[in-house]
């Protein structure tokens, strides 16, 4: 099993530090900026493919002639970033393999597939050489104590580079639209949030400052926040560095896909409910009343300013 991270300008996406952890510290690190990438404590032995700006269809070509070539290339292991998850089909049909998408759990003969939003957790048994993407913050990561044995690589010559989409324009991000996965900053609702117009409120204070809406298994089973927002073992796992929720009881199921924000902010009536004793700053407040007071506030400033 290998571990491929793409990478941009030297930056590793989320998940890249557990995809290497599930393939033992075995990685190719492949794309733009690779000689400026930090791995030491996340590898134990690595590739570095420079292979400049994306473009998915050169870069199969050239990834998959160094698949080919490589003793640990069998088993194929992404991160289920933006870039992981559009290259490793183009990766499993060049290479004419299976592809595992939205792993919580690989290994040579057993993989474990969310599905359905991650309302359900599918056990694959692979009988030969894969494609896999993993979730982030599905499996945590490793330290490695030694610093990596890294060498830089020279991608094969490839057979045909095929045809890559113009760019016509890159947009900047829209937070409400982020994978759930890859936001920094979460705020989160609950049961002791009272309607649906609540969630839409929550997006918006979100949107403010910057962050992310989700949401617990309770509140999209009432079919008021879509499946993509849950947060919980059985959703989208995350690993935010500010957690901030508005009415969560903290459930084992919601904490546990919470990974280990630097902060954690609640706002309960129960102060002693899980969600409260887990926080770093826990207001004994209704939720409700809270999130209002909150978006008076920014529409006050807003006036403020101009």
């Given at each position: 099993?290998?571990?491929?991270?793409?990478?941009?300008?030297?930056?590793?996406?989320?998940?890249?530090?557990?995809?290497?952890a599930?393939?033992?510290?075995?990685?190719?690190?492949?794309?733009?900026?690779?000689?400026?990438?930090?791995?030491?404590?996340?590898?134990?032995?690595?590739?570095?493919?420079?292979l400049?700006?994306?473009?998915?269809?050169?870069?199969?070509?050239?990834?998959?002639?160094?698949?080919?070539?490589?003793?640990d290339?069998?088993?194929?292991?992404?991160?289920?970033?933006?870039?992981?998850?559009?290259?490793?089909?183009?990766?499993?049909?060049?290479?004419?393999?299976?592809l595992?998408?939205?792993?919580?759990?690989?290994?040579?003969?057993?993989?474990?597939?969310?599905?359905?939003?991650?309302?359900?957790?599918?056990?694959?048994?692979?009988t030969?050489?894969?494609?896999?993407?993993?979730?982030?913050?599905?499996?945590?990561?490793?330290?490695?104590?030694?610093?990596?044995?890294?060498?830089?690589?020279?991608?094969?010559?490839?057979?045909?580079?095929?045809?890559?989409?113009?760019?016509?324009?890159?947009?900047?991000?829209?937070?409400?639209?982020?994978?759930?996965?890859?936001?920094?900053?979460?705020?989160?609702?609950?049961?002791?949030?009272?309607?649906?117009?609540?969630?839409?409120?929550?997006d918006?204070?979100?949107?403010?400052?910057?962050?992310?809406?989700?949401?617990?298994?309770?509140?999209?089973?009432?079919?008021?926040?879509?499946?993509?927002?849950?947060?919980?073992?059985?959703?989208?796992?995350?690993?935010?560095?500010?957690?901030?929720?508005?009415?969560?009881?903290?459930?084992?199921?919601?904490?546990?896909?919470?990974?280990?924000?630097?902060?954690?902010?609640?706002?309960?009536?129960?102060?002693?409910?899980?969600?409260?004793?887990?926080?770093?700053?826990?207001?004994?407040?209704?939720?409700?009343?809270?999130?209002?007071?909150?978006?008076?506030?920014?529409?006050?400033?807003?006036?403020?300013?101009?």
């Amino acid at each position: 099993m290998i571990a491929l991270v793409p990478i941009r300008d030297g930056v590793l996406p989320a998940g890249a530090s557990e995809a290497i952890a599930e393939c033992d510290g075995r990685a190719i690190i492949a794309g733009s900026g690779t000689g400026s990438v930090d791995l030491d404590g996340l590898a134990a032995k690595v590739r570095l493919v420079e292979l400049g700006p994306v473009e998915p269809a050169r870069w199969t070509a050239a990834l998959t002639a160094l698949l080919r070539q490589v003793d640990d290339g069998d088993i194929v292991v992404l991160p289920h970033s933006p870039d992981g998850r559009d290259l490793a089909p183009h990766l499993a049909l060049a290479l004419d393999r299976p592809l595992l998408a939205g792993a919580t759990e690989v290994s040579e003969h057993r993989v474990r597939v969310a599905r359905r939003g991650g309302l359900e957790l599918h056990e694959q048994r692979p009988t030969g050489p894969f494609v896999a993407t993993l979730q982030p913050g599905a499996r945590g990561a490793v330290t490695f104590a030694a610093p990596p044995e890294a060498e830089q690589v020279e991608a094969p010559p490839a057979d045909g580079p095929g045809h890559d989409a113009h760019v016509v324009e890159v947009l900047p991000p829209d937070v409400r639209t982020m994978d759930l996965a890859e936001a920094r900053r979460i705020v989160g609702g609950g049961a002791g949030l009272q309607t649906e117009q609540r969630f839409e409120q929550l997006d918006r204070f979100a949107a403010a400052i910057g962050g992310v809406m989700g949401a617990t298994r309770v509140i999209t089973d009432r079919g008021w926040v879509h499946h993509d927002r849950q947060i919980g073992t059985t959703g989208v796992v995350v690993d935010p560095v500010v957690y901030l929720s508005f009415g969560v009881s903290g459930a084992v199921q919601h904490t546990s896909g919470l990974g280990a924000p630097d902060h954690i902010i609640s706002v309960n009536t129960d102060p002693h409910c899980p969600m409260m004793t887990m926080s770093d700053l826990a207001i004994v407040a209704d939720a409700n009343e809270t999130l209002d007071e909150l978006l008076q506030l920014l529409a006050d400033d807003q006036v403020a300013n101009g």
